[in-house]
């Protein structure tokens, strides 16, 4: 691959961007769906100026379907509280802190289910911090310091590449492309000789850099596949139409025929 196109997505994913975005506009609510104008309610005459058209714009009723919808089905998911199946302490106390922006594993379910309904494209990855960022370290004070292990999550946008491959004559992912840090990184995940490595690229000055392969550590051992898992309802490393995505297309008839 072009080192140019390590921040693009594949063919097969990027033709689902447009529809990422309206179904998130459309979750979003009616502010989101007014802010793109005539990307979902055309003018009501060609001839209209701008002026002539905010003012249809304003006019026209929006009902919020695809919002309640998604809050109504996030709802009946989190009715009841998280179960942790588990007596460990570590793993109760690590449940408080579980991403790396802090979030409990409530907060995270909360947001993974909504992620998926929205686009069916969620990613979650496993990782744990390098040991050359701490001094000190011991079991007891691990926690304490931030080295833990984490869960990460990814939006479907920012899910850049998902290949397949054979590891020990079983079917599992040997490259992932994740995009980080507003767009300026991107995580390349792989498995080289039946080991998992990481690298990051980097847009530094109007240039990709590439830093080095480094080689994630488990209790002081080398992972044999990638820590990553795609949320969907579908078994495909594809995105696949949402739960949500026929509301959206029913909403968006709604609100043109209300602007006719």
Not at 21 to 43: I, S
Not at 198 to 213: F, K, M, Y
């Amino acid at each position: 691959m072009p080192i140019e196109d390590i921040f693009s997505a594949t063919q097969e994913i990027a033709k689902f961007h447009p529809r990422f975005a309206r179904n998130r506009d459309f979750a979003d609510g009616e502010e989101a769906v007014k802010a793109k104008r005539k990307t979902y309610l055309p003018a009501a005459n060609p001839a209209d100026d701008l002026e002539t058209y905010l003012s249809h714009l304003f006019r026209t009723r929006f009902f919020p379907a695809a919002t309640k919808t998604l809050q109504g089905w996030v709802g009946l998911i989190k009715r009841k509280p998280d179960q942790l199946n588990t007596s460990s302490a570590i793993i109760t106390t690590l449940c408080q802190l579980l991403t790396p922006d802090y979030l409990t594993s409530e907060e995270l379910t909360e947001w993974v289910i909504r992620e998926t309904l929205i686009t069916n494209f969620t990613g979650l990855l496993v990782d744990h911090p390098s040991k050359d960022g701490f001094t000190g370290l011991s079991a007891a004070n691990a926690i304490e310091q931030g080295y833990r292990p984490y869960v990460a999550g990814y939006t479907g946008e920012s899910i850049l590449e998902l290949r397949p491959g054979l590891v020990g004559g079983k079917r599992q992912l040997v490259r992932v492309r994740l995009l980080e840090d507003e767009g300026n990184t991107v995580r390349e995940l792989m498995v080289n000789s039946g080991v998992y490595q990481v690298r990051l690229w980097h847009r530094e000055n109007d240039q990709i850099v590439a830093g080095p392969i480094y080689t994630p550590l488990v209790n002081g051992k080398a992972l044999g596949e990638i820590p990553f898992v795609l949320v969907s309802t579908s078994d495909k490393l594809s995105p696949q139409p949402s739960l949500l995505q026929h509301v959206v297309d029913l909403n968006l008839q709604l609100y043109i025929q209300q602007g006719c």
